[in-house]
């Protein structure tokens, strides 16, 4: 083609003119796509692929067969900037290959669009009118005549008795007509030659680079028109043609632009760079089909990029639905597979095990339960024909979502659009009416017909003698008027056409009123993204470079600055890939030109902050509605009625005379030689190209002083694909070879996504815990840990159904794990016992044994079975992945599983991931490094479940009795509640033995079940003092959750009994998290320490005994004071849902009690006396009984009256605590005492009662830090750094005292 084509061709309004249809020359070929598409479909349900391989069917009628189409011709002949890929288009032209109809068939014209995506992510339109066109070729007519007679002898008389599947055959490959009357499917579907006109669907087919959807109807649907006529159309049909293809250019933005058809003028506009990108697709049509509620749904799905399969007979619904939706992503982009019209021979696409939005033709008498889906755990299935949409389980919802459907349904109602849409849409409410503008057709510039010829047309049409007449005039250069007779028909087209101007201008309006509602939300919750994008690289290369390795955005900082029912959705929405690349855009946008749909978004920002002083109030949770409705409107209205360019008028080209002769019902053989190339004198080609040539000499420029410019786009490419596994299938070439190819993409790209979500994990979660050992700042929350883990239960499902071809419910891995459990449950009745993985028995530290855990996958498939709350298999499979991750037994039970290849083999194809030997190595080996960290995802989400908790109370053997004769009980709190008082069989034994099989130990042992208490952190131990062994002293209570295996060790060191140590019938113990000892565990070395634990028994008797010599000095006791009132301040800036347990905080073996009780402890006079313990409570009982007595203290009365208003709060607290029923011992009164202080900001004002009280000189040496007044004052400033915060207290602290 010529040079002016190829070089304007970027700025042309189309691309090409494609016609499709049948090849006289090659006659009938089966269509060798549905042929690879049966194969394909013999080889998912493991049938015989021989009979596939022909493309025969003779089930049926050779007019509901599939023949192949061909590309007939097309112009031109290709351009350099979208090269023309001659399958591609024929398969979406003629998506179902050409179909043939008789006189007795509906063969109204259909119109529907596609779009291809390029590798590099830009999209080329295909607009197409299929129209039915007589056969005139005898070879074909006769060929179709013996394809019948093969169909009828093999089905004569039995068409209904075949077979039930043959039936569903037919019927559901019927396109048009009643499949439920046998008798009219066959009269329907019957040829004969001699009495039987037979016709064959022909495509027209406009490609363009911006999908003007309703120009390009309104042109094709004119050529119909010249075709159909029975008068030949003004100029032959390669006026028209040329003159769209070269002399119609695009219209610069914010500027409208006006063309010629072959009747009537044809408008169309674009968007200004400030204003939302072009989308001419009719929302109005979405909401009737969807309705806002479902609408919103699937806009959310496809947020959180999940699996969006659309399904309608309708080829132009799928392409509505989905462009309609997709456009409303504003200032995002969808970066998956998208294939709104996915033809027969790619539906083994459906098997990508990456996120995609398609569209997928419903066959008649197919419904939902029919089709067969390989992966529904995350799939969004979208019926449009019957309203109805299916969901994946827990997704979060929209933020604000039932505001935001209000104001969405405010401006649907304002147009007269039912919000819940319209469940049975008419024909005539889904083709919209073409147009034409009456103030703009009287232009006589570029050779437009003056108005009077315009409207000779208009009154002409369809009138056969009226249309000769106006023929002879024109050749006799005659000039005809209106025809005052025929003036009432004259208007009511004008009227008719008045009101398609308005309905169009309508549905414009509503198209950017409705986007805008959208675009609205996405600026309110990301007006200031800017601030927590990371820009670390100081040059482009580099970054393209290290993109991989480089946080780009602050996850927690941002999330933390949400309002809180953002979060659900909003810690979803940042992990995907759209919102990477956008912030990829935003630091790439130092060094280039922003991206368009950026450039838009921040200039919308900028704005709202000039309008909004103070810009914390967008972060608010209160919905703003959209303010610029009305101003968005008027700019499209604007253009519409102000045309701003006019494009050259269609004029007769240099054609060989005779040739392209007009013949009514027959497309005509269009002469190639005028339309390959465009013209050469075109004023606006001539300018366009001049300007290209500049910015090519502007882009080689920057090729010499910028990086190498094949290096930049590698880079450019990997840094954009990153995350992305394939984003468009190609079409071209469908051979096995290539599905084989494409599978292998997906196998590598799930790989590179495992290894990049356990790192992220990792990286994450180790960083947390760094914080929590005082190192850096925290980058992580539960909520975003939560995501990631729901991100990795999504990929497991995704790896789990490629290649997929026998699976049960919803759940390919819990379909899997189903079928290995009843295997090996028929195993295990023959075998001795089930395989274990790990010991059976997990010991402590300190060698303290707990009973045997059986620990097998069997087991923990067992437990999620057990769970009632878990109703679905998608639930059941997340469920078992959290509970295999928080045991660090993912990899191991996904090893185990695997390892059964027989069954492996029975349920995947050979291509499948799970049957590639290296890479599931590999895969499991990502999944190994996740033991590294502690999750508790199972613990933490099924919060209402009931578990079996084992408690074992273990005794020091050798300072006290073995057993007790009282009665004993136990009491476990977790972060989530507490399990009430256990009480413990009397003389309940549990022997354990040494390996030389002696006695080594006796415990007392209960089990019971509860309500999940979460995290554990505090146990109360206690009995009854009964019988003549009452006297206990523990060494420590075990408690282990019997489905998760965490076994908490709560130290206790103290005895329980009357008349020994502090007189205590029960403990307050703290407890903390052992880790498993088994060999093979890797956490070993890398688990940080815990946190907290109850004080040890080495710390108690140090207090509590004459002959501690390990007592801390002055400097270290007001360290320990100032780290455990920190760490106090530290919890309550925390996020709420991530500050754990404050009782260890407060009662910890470095808590608030215990190093007050060093502080009170300092310099305590004689601990004996008379061989009888002195505890702090007996100096703070003195104190009070010396308060109530005296009522003098202070030097003026203002002084003594607080004094004495302080003194009796004082004593009503401690008084409280004496009477309370509980058997607590003096220490256990004083921790009491102090987290009661703690909790109403009371201990800065009860420590200088205590200083001033007269017997702190009888009971504190003088160098005791009570007595050091400057001491005392830094403590109690201490103290008050915590009065900020609202203190709650677990139930165990303050049950049984009364205030």
């Known amino acids: 083609m010529s040079a002016t084509g190829s070089g304007t061709a970027p700025c042309r309004f189309a691309h090409y003119f494609v016609i499709c249809g049948i090849d006289t020359e090659t006659g009938l070929e089966p269509d060798e796509l549905a042929a690879l598409y049966q194969w394909l479909e013999a080889d998912r349900h493991g049938r015989s692929q021989d009979a596939a391989n022909t493309g025969e069917n003779f089930e049926q009628s050779p007019l509901r067969r599939t023949f192949k189409s061909k590309v007939l011709a097309h112009f031109p002949e290709t351009i350099e900037w979208n090269p023309f890929d001659q399958d591609a288009v024929n398969m979406l032209c003629m998506p179902k290959g050409l179909s043939f109809r008789t006189q007795v068939d509906n063969r109204e014209p259909q119109f529907h669009s596609y779009l291809i995506t390029r590798e590099d992510g830009s ?106 006529s029975q008068q030949p159309p003004p100029l032959p049909l390669e006026s028209y043609i040329h003159n769209i293809l070269y002399e119609v250019p695009l219209p610069p933005p914010g500027r409208s632009l006006k063309f010629h058809g072959v009747y009537e003028p044809i408008v169309c506009q674009r968007p200004s760079p400030s204003e939302l990108p072009l989308a001419d697709y009719s929302l109005k049509q979405v909401f009737e089909l969807l309705g806002v509620e479902n609408l919103v749904q699937v806009f959310t799905c496809i947020l959180l990029e999940m699996q969006i399969l659309l399904y309608s007979q309708d080829y132009q619904r799928l392409m509505t639905v989905a462009e309609g939706i997709t456009t409303l992503l504003f200032p995002f982009q969808w970066q998956h597979v998208y294939v709104p019209i996915l033809p027969a021979s790619l539906l083994h696409f459906l098997d990508a095990p990456v996120p995609y939005l398609m569209g997928l033709q419903s066959k008649e008498g197919t419904d939902r339960s029919k089709l067969e889906l390989p992966q529904e755990a995350n799939l969004c299935f979208v019926d449009i024909d019957n309203h109805f949409i299916e969901l994946p389980e827990d997704f979060p919802q929209f933020p604000n979502k039932l505001e935001f459907i209000q104001e969405i349904s405010a401006v649907l109602l304002q147009f007269g659009i039912p919000p819940e849409g319209s469940l049975h849409c008419s024909d005539s409410a889904t083709q919209l009416k073409s147009l034409a503008l009456h103030d703009l057709v009287n232009d006589k510039k570029n050779g437009n017909l003056p108005g009077d010829a315009l409207a000779v047309f208009e009154l002409l049409q369809g009138n056969a003698t009226l249309e000769r007449l106006q023929a002879l005039a024109k050749r006799t250069g005659v000039t005809v008027g209106r025809m005052p007779a025929l003036g009432g028909s004259t208007v009511k087209e004008k009227d008719s056409r008045l009101q398609c101007e308005e309905e ?343 060698g303290l044994t707990m009973p045997f855990l059986r620990v097998s996958l069997i087991q923990d498939m067992r437990h999620i079975q057990n769970v009632s709350e878990i109703k679905t298999d998608v639930g059941r499979a997340r469920g078992w992945i959290r509970l295999s991750l928080e045991k660090k037994l993912l990899s191991q039970h996904l090893k185990q599983l695997l390892s059964n290849q027989a069954l492996t083999k029975k349920l995947y194809k050979r291509y499948a991931f799970l049957r590639c030997e290296e890479e599931k190595e590999q895969f499991l080996y990502h999944l190994l490094t996740l033991n590294t960290v502690d999750y508790f995802c199972f613990t933490s989400v099924f919060t209402t479940i009931m578990i079996p908790y084992r408690a074992v109370i273990i005794p020091i053997k050798k300072l006290s009795n073995a057993i007790t004769t009282s009665n004993p009980w136990v009491s476990v709190s977790g972060e989530l509640g507490d399990s009430g008082v256990m009480q413990i069989p009397k003389n309940v034994l549990e022997m354990t033995f040494d390996s030389s099989f002696r006695p080594r130990r006796s415990t007392v042992s209960a089990l019971f079940k509860c309500q999940n208490l979460g995290k554990l952190t505090t146990a109360q131990i206690g009995h009854d003092n009964s019988g003549l062994l009452a006297k206990w002293l523990v060494d420590c209570v075990m408690v282990r959750n019997e489905i998760t295996g965490h076994t908490y060790k709560f130290p206790c060191g103290r005895w329980l009994g009357k008349g020994v140590d502090d007189g205590s019938l029960e403990r307050i113990l703290i407890g903390e998290l052992l880790i498993p000892c088994a060999d093979e565990d890797v956490s070993k070395q890398c688990r940080t320490p815990p946190l907290q634990r109850s004080p040890t028994q080495t710390r108690r008797l140090s207090i509590t005994s004459l002959a501690g010599r390990n007592k801390p000095n002055a400097g270290q006791i007001q360290e320990a004071i100032g780290e455990a009132v920190n760490n106090i301040v530290k919890h309550f800036h925390k996020p709420e849902k991530e500050r754990g347990s404050l009782t260890i905080l407060l009662c910890g073996e470095n808590g608030l009690v215990s190093a007050l009780e060093q502080f009170f402890h300092h310099g305590f006079k004689s601990s004996r006396i008379f061989q009888k313990n002195v505890f702090v409570w007996d100096f703070i009982e003195k104190a009070v009984a010396y308060f109530e007595m005296t009522d003098q203290i202070g030097d003026t009365e203002e002084e003594t009256e607080a004094f004495r208003s302080m003194c009796k709060v004082f004593c009503h607290y401690a008084n409280a605590i004496n009477v309370t029923p509980r058997n607590i011992g003096k220490d256990g009164k004083f921790q009491f005492l102090v987290c009661l202080g703690a909790r109403d900001h009371l201990l800065p004002q009860w420590i200088p009662l205590l200083v001033e009280c007269p017997l702190i000189t009888r009971m504190y040496e003088e160098y005791a830090l009570l007595r050091d007044h400057l001491t005392v004052n830094s403590l109690i400033r201490v103290l008050q750094t915590v009065h900020e915060f609202n203190i709650t207290l677990e139930s165990s602290l303050v049950k049984g005292i009364t205030l």
Request: some cysteine.
């Open 123 to 228: 999209r080329t339109y295909g607009f197409v009118l299929t129209f039915y066109e007589e056969v005139t070729s005898k070879q074909i007519c006769t060929a179709m005549q013996t394809l019948y007679q093969m169909h009828h002898a093999e089905h004569l008389g039995s068409v209904c008795a075949s077979s039930s599947c043959s039936m569903d055959s037919l019927a559901s490959s019927l396109d048009e007509g009643d499949a439920t009357s046998l008798n009219k499917l066959h009269c329907c579907s019957s040829y004969d030659m001699s009495r039987d006109t037979l016709y064959v669907s022909k495509a027209l087919c406009l490609i363009t680079p911006l999908p003007f959807m309703q120009a390009c109807r309104k042109f094709l649907t004119q050529l119909h028109r010249a075709v159909s």
């Open 504 to 846: 169009e201008l309508r549905e414009a309006t509503l198209n950017v009123q409705v986007r805008e509602v959208f675009a609205n939300r996405f600026s309110q919750m990301f007006a200031d993204y800017e601030a927590f994008v990371i820009q670390s690289a100081t040059d482009l290369e580099s970054w393209l470079t290290n993109r991989e390795q480089m946080h780009n955005f602050d996850k927690a900082s941002f999330l933390s600055d949400q309002p809180e029912p953002y979060l659900p959705f909003l810690s979803h929405f940042i992990e995907t890939q759209m919102f990477a690349t956008f912030i990829d855009n935003k630091i790439m946008s130092q060094w280039e030109d922003k991206e368009p749909l950026l450039r838009v978004f921040d200039s919308r920002i900028e704005k709202m902050r000039l309008y909004n002083v103070r810009i914390p109030n967008l972060r608010s949770s209160n919905y703003q509605k959209s303010t610029i409705l009305k101003e968005s409107a008027q700019s499209i209205e604007q253009r519409l009625m102000k045309i701003d360019h006019t494009a050259i008028h269609p004029h007769l080209l240099d054609m060989k005379i005779g040739q392209g002769k007009y013949e009514q019902g027959f497309f005509p053989k269009l002469q190639a030689d005028v339309l390959v190339a465009g013209p050469t004198n075109n004023k606006w080609a001539s300018r366009t190209g001049t300007a290209q040539r500049r910015k090519d000499r502007l882009r080689q420029h920057s090729e010499h002083l910028g990086l190498d410019n094949d290096l930049r786009e590698k880079y450019m490419q990997e840094a954009r694909s990153l995350g992305k596994n394939l984003r468009q299938p190609k079409l071209s070439d469908l051979s096995p070879a290539v599905i084989a190819q494409t599978n292998w993409k997906f196998v590598e790209g799930l790989l590179k996504e495992c290894r990049m979500k356990t790192k992220r994990m990792l990286v994450e979660k180790m960083g947390h815990e760094a914080v929590e050992l005082g190192h850096g700042e925290a980058n992580i929350t539960g909520l975003e840990e939560n995501t990631l883990i729901a991100s990795l239960c999504d990929l497991m499902e995704r790896i789990w159904s490629h290649g997929l071809q026998v699976k049960q419910g919803k759940s390919a891995l819990w379909s899997h794990l189903l079928q290995y459990q009843e295997r090996e449950e028929k195993l295990e009745q023959t075998a001795i016992s089930p395989v274990l993985l790990g010991p059976e028995r997990r010991k402590s530290e300190t």
